[in-house]
């Protein structure tokens, strides 16, 4: 077996995350901020549950900081690097969850 091709190694475990009524994620980075590894070079998130209203995902600094606003649709993926193809961090890949507002938002 090579251990590259290990989920350890080279990939993290699935995360799952559920949003209420006003929960939002703060505007972050998917890449480790100390520089070293491991480090997340690109993010898939699907949508598993849309809320009614709000919740969607945005990229403030997208569009020379005009913003990208993504609306969560059940089904649904987005695919975004971290990184770019000279293994620096993209500081353009800052993204938040913004509040969900009626109903609830599931993800993965």
Not at 11 to 23: D, F, G, P, T
Not at 74 to 101: I, K
Request: charged share 20%; aromatic share 10%.
């Amino acid at each position: 077996s090579d251990e590259r091709l290990t989920h350890t190694k080279n990939a993290e475990n699935l995360q799952v995350v559920h949003y209420s009524i006003a929960q939002k994620y703060s505007p972050h980075h998917d890449f480790n901020d100390k520089g070293s590894p491991p480090q997340r070079f690109a993010t898939l998130f699907m949508y598993l549950q849309s809320p009614e209203k709000g919740g969607g995902t945005a990229f403030p600094l997208a569009f020379g900081r005009k913003g990208l606003q993504v609306t969560p649709r059940a089904g649904s993926a987005m695919l975004w690097y971290n990184m770019l193809p000279d293994g620096n961090a993209d500081e353009m890949s800052l993204h938040e969850g913004q509040p969900v507002e009626a109903g609830e938002k599931w993800g993965c």
